[in-house]
Protein backbone atom coordinates (compact mmCIF):
# COMPACT_ATOMS: atom_id res chain seq x y z
CA UNK A 1 0.00 0.00 0.00
CA UNK A 2 1.04 3.62 -1.14
CA UNK A 3 1.94 5.91 1.69
CA UNK A 4 0.16 9.29 1.99
CA UNK A 5 1.41 12.27 2.75
CA UNK A 6 0.13 14.59 5.59
CA UNK A 7 -0.17 17.23 3.90
CA UNK A 8 -1.94 16.74 0.49
CA UNK A 9 -1.33 19.43 -2.23
CA UNK A 10 -3.24 20.24 -4.96
CA UNK A 11 -0.78 19.36 -7.67
CA UNK A 12 -0.17 15.48 -8.20
CA UNK A 13 2.80 16.02 -9.77
CA UNK A 14 4.84 17.83 -6.79
CA UNK A 15 2.64 15.21 -4.23
CA UNK A 16 4.35 11.98 -6.30
CA UNK A 17 7.53 13.81 -6.59
CA UNK A 18 7.77 14.32 -2.39
CA UNK A 19 6.78 10.43 -1.75
CA UNK A 20 10.15 9.91 -3.65
CA UNK A 21 11.97 11.88 -0.87
CA UNK A 22 10.27 11.02 1.49
CA UNK A 23 11.07 7.08 0.79
CA UNK A 24 14.75 7.45 -0.78
CA UNK A 25 15.97 11.01 0.59
CA UNK A 26 19.67 9.98 -0.34
CA UNK A 27 18.62 9.31 -3.72
CA UNK A 28 16.54 12.71 -4.14
CA UNK A 29 19.54 14.65 -3.23
CA UNK A 30 22.11 12.94 -4.92
CA UNK A 31 20.05 13.64 -7.85
CA UNK A 32 19.57 17.07 -6.98
CA UNK A 33 23.04 18.08 -5.56
CA UNK A 34 25.57 15.62 -6.74
CA UNK A 35 26.29 14.68 -2.56
CA UNK A 36 26.49 11.44 -0.97
CA UNK A 37 25.83 12.40 2.56
CA UNK A 38 26.50 10.00 5.32
CA UNK A 39 24.20 11.40 7.65
CA UNK A 40 20.70 13.18 6.52
CA UNK A 41 18.33 14.78 8.66
CA UNK A 42 15.28 15.41 6.99
CA UNK A 43 13.43 18.97 8.32
CA UNK A 44 10.15 20.41 8.51
CA UNK A 45 9.06 21.94 5.66
CA UNK A 46 6.91 24.63 6.79
CA UNK A 47 8.56 28.10 7.60
CA UNK A 48 6.60 30.04 9.92
CA UNK A 49 7.47 33.88 10.05
CA UNK A 50 4.36 35.61 10.50
CA UNK A 51 3.08 34.17 7.27
CA UNK A 52 3.64 30.50 6.36
CA UNK A 53 5.65 29.29 3.77
CA UNK A 54 6.12 25.30 2.83
CA UNK A 55 8.90 24.45 1.04
CA UNK A 56 8.95 20.58 -0.80
CA UNK A 57 11.94 19.42 0.46
CA UNK A 58 13.96 20.66 3.44
CA UNK A 59 17.16 18.63 4.68
CA UNK A 60 20.29 18.81 6.70
CA UNK A 61 23.10 17.33 5.00
CA UNK A 62 26.99 17.34 5.54
CA UNK A 63 29.29 17.91 2.61
CA UNK A 64 33.01 18.62 2.38
CA UNK A 65 34.39 22.03 3.37
CA UNK A 66 35.33 24.68 1.07
CA UNK A 67 38.21 25.28 2.48
CA UNK A 68 39.16 21.62 4.06
CA UNK A 69 37.80 18.90 1.92
CA UNK A 70 39.03 16.41 4.82
CA UNK A 71 36.84 18.25 6.90
CA UNK A 72 32.54 17.72 6.65
CA UNK A 73 30.02 20.83 7.62
CA UNK A 74 26.34 20.95 7.64
CA UNK A 75 24.41 22.42 4.65
CA UNK A 76 20.89 22.35 4.28
CA UNK A 77 19.43 21.34 1.23
CA UNK A 78 16.36 22.81 -0.51
CA UNK A 79 14.40 21.54 -3.39
CA UNK A 80 11.51 22.36 -5.73
CA UNK A 81 9.42 20.39 -7.50
CA UNK A 82 8.38 22.58 -10.29
CA UNK A 83 5.91 21.28 -13.11
CA UNK A 84 6.92 23.87 -15.38
CA UNK A 85 9.55 26.64 -15.79
CA UNK A 86 7.36 29.99 -14.76
CA UNK A 87 8.68 33.47 -14.86
CA UNK A 88 8.00 34.21 -11.36
CA UNK A 89 10.04 31.01 -10.15
CA UNK A 90 13.30 33.15 -9.18
CA UNK A 91 11.20 35.61 -6.87
CA UNK A 92 9.96 32.42 -5.21
CA UNK A 93 13.37 30.94 -4.39
CA UNK A 94 14.72 33.76 -3.45
CA UNK A 95 11.76 34.50 -0.87
CA UNK A 96 12.25 30.69 0.03
CA UNK A 97 15.75 31.29 0.72
CA UNK A 98 15.82 33.94 2.80
CA UNK A 99 12.90 32.08 5.01
CA UNK A 100 15.45 29.15 5.58
CA UNK A 101 18.16 31.25 6.09
CA UNK A 102 16.05 33.41 8.83
CA UNK A 103 14.65 29.65 10.50
CA UNK A 104 18.12 27.78 10.52
CA UNK A 105 20.99 30.22 10.58
CA UNK A 106 22.91 27.34 8.20
CA UNK A 107 24.47 27.48 4.41
CA UNK A 108 21.92 26.95 2.03
CA UNK A 109 21.83 24.67 -0.80
CA UNK A 110 18.88 25.42 -3.39
CA UNK A 111 17.34 23.44 -6.15
CA UNK A 112 14.49 23.55 -8.56
CA UNK A 113 13.79 20.56 -10.67
CA UNK A 114 11.66 21.55 -13.10
CA UNK A 115 9.77 17.95 -14.21
CA UNK A 116 8.54 18.90 -17.54
CA UNK A 117 9.42 20.99 -21.03
CA UNK A 118 7.87 24.09 -21.26
CA UNK A 119 9.23 27.15 -23.65
CA UNK A 120 9.16 30.47 -21.55
CA UNK A 121 10.16 34.02 -22.71
CA UNK A 122 13.24 33.55 -20.24
CA UNK A 123 14.26 30.58 -18.98
CA UNK A 124 15.34 30.94 -15.09
CA UNK A 125 18.42 31.97 -15.05
CA UNK A 126 19.62 30.47 -11.28
CA UNK A 127 19.48 33.15 -9.73
CA UNK A 128 17.29 36.77 -8.48
CA UNK A 129 19.64 39.85 -8.71
CA UNK A 130 18.81 43.21 -7.52
CA UNK A 131 21.01 45.94 -8.09
CA UNK A 132 19.57 48.90 -7.53
CA UNK A 133 18.88 50.76 -4.87
CA UNK A 134 20.87 47.72 -3.07
CA UNK A 135 22.65 44.78 -4.26
CA UNK A 136 20.62 41.69 -3.30
CA UNK A 137 21.75 38.34 -5.06
CA UNK A 138 20.18 34.25 -4.38
CA UNK A 139 21.87 31.94 -6.33
CA UNK A 140 20.31 28.25 -6.68
CA UNK A 141 20.44 25.29 -8.91
CA UNK A 142 18.31 24.68 -11.84
CA UNK A 143 17.66 20.87 -12.70
CA UNK A 144 15.43 19.90 -15.89
CA UNK A 145 14.79 16.73 -15.88
CA UNK A 146 14.36 16.45 -19.65
CA UNK A 147 17.70 17.29 -20.60
CA UNK A 148 19.39 14.88 -18.30
CA UNK A 149 20.57 11.66 -20.17
CA UNK A 150 18.00 9.09 -18.93
CA UNK A 151 20.43 5.87 -19.78
CA UNK A 152 22.89 6.81 -17.82
CA UNK A 153 20.40 7.17 -14.58
CA UNK A 154 19.12 3.44 -16.23
CA UNK A 155 22.20 2.09 -15.87
CA UNK A 156 22.33 2.82 -11.99
CA UNK A 157 19.03 2.39 -11.02
CA UNK A 158 17.38 3.17 -7.61
CA UNK A 159 14.25 3.52 -5.78
CA UNK A 160 14.63 7.48 -5.60
CA UNK A 161 15.66 8.27 -8.90
CA UNK A 162 13.76 5.46 -10.93
CA UNK A 163 10.23 7.52 -10.60
CA UNK A 164 12.16 10.38 -12.81
CA UNK A 165 14.04 7.98 -15.34
CA UNK A 166 10.44 8.39 -17.44
CA UNK A 167 10.96 12.18 -17.68
CA UNK A 168 14.34 12.26 -18.49
CA UNK A 169 15.56 12.18 -22.22
CA UNK A 170 14.60 9.25 -23.45
CA UNK A 171 17.22 6.70 -25.21
CA UNK A 172 17.70 7.46 -29.09
CA UNK A 173 15.39 5.54 -31.31
CA UNK A 174 12.84 5.37 -27.94
CA UNK A 175 9.11 6.43 -28.12
CA UNK A 176 8.12 8.10 -24.77
CA UNK A 177 5.98 4.72 -24.44
CA UNK A 178 8.50 2.58 -25.25
CA UNK A 179 11.18 4.51 -22.68
CA UNK A 180 8.57 4.16 -19.71
CA UNK A 181 8.22 0.10 -20.37
CA UNK A 182 12.53 -0.09 -20.62
CA UNK A 183 12.24 1.69 -16.92
CA UNK A 184 9.61 -0.25 -16.00
CA UNK A 185 11.39 -3.71 -16.63
CA UNK A 186 14.26 -2.68 -14.99
CA UNK A 187 12.45 -1.42 -11.63
CA UNK A 188 11.51 -4.92 -12.01
CA UNK A 189 14.55 -6.59 -12.28
CA UNK A 190 16.63 -4.44 -9.91
CA UNK A 191 14.19 -3.13 -7.29
CA UNK A 192 13.33 -5.19 -4.21
CA UNK A 193 9.56 -6.21 -4.62
CA UNK A 194 8.91 -4.71 -1.26
CA UNK A 195 9.54 -1.17 -2.47
CA UNK A 196 8.27 -1.34 -5.61
CA UNK A 197 4.61 -0.16 -4.78
CA UNK A 198 5.51 3.77 -3.89
CA UNK A 199 8.08 3.26 -6.81
CA UNK A 200 5.67 2.69 -9.25
CA UNK A 201 2.93 4.96 -7.90
CA UNK A 202 5.11 8.17 -7.99
CA UNK A 203 6.04 6.87 -11.59
CA UNK A 204 2.77 6.16 -12.68
CA UNK A 205 1.60 9.93 -11.61
CA UNK A 206 4.76 11.46 -13.11
CA UNK A 207 4.76 9.73 -16.64
CA UNK A 208 0.88 11.51 -16.58
CA UNK A 209 3.56 14.47 -17.55
CA UNK A 210 4.37 13.28 -20.88
CA UNK A 211 2.31 10.98 -21.86
CA UNK A 212 -1.32 11.67 -22.20
CA UNK A 213 -3.28 8.41 -22.15
CA UNK A 214 -3.63 7.39 -18.69
CA UNK A 215 -4.71 4.04 -19.99
CA UNK A 216 -1.94 3.51 -22.04
CA UNK A 217 0.51 4.33 -18.59
CA UNK A 218 -1.84 1.84 -16.51
CA UNK A 219 -0.99 -0.85 -18.87
CA UNK A 220 2.42 -0.36 -18.77
CA UNK A 221 2.89 0.36 -15.23
CA UNK A 222 1.93 -2.86 -12.67
CA UNK A 223 -0.46 -2.09 -10.19
Given at each position: ??????????????????????????????????????????????????????????????????????????????????????????????????????????????????????????????????T??????????????????????????????????????????????????????????????????????S????S????????????????
Amino acid sequence: MRKKLSNELPDPFDNAAKIVFQNRPPDVIKIATGYESPIIQPLRTKLAIRRKREVDVLAKIKIPSARNPKRLIWVLVHIEFQTEPTLIMPYRMAEYIARVLRVYQLPVLSVVIYLREKKIRKPDPGFFQQTYPTRFLAEYKVIRLWELDGQSYLDNPTPGNLPFIPLMKPAEGDSREAWLERCVEVGQERIPPEQRADLFYSMNVLSGLIIKNQQTIDLIIPE
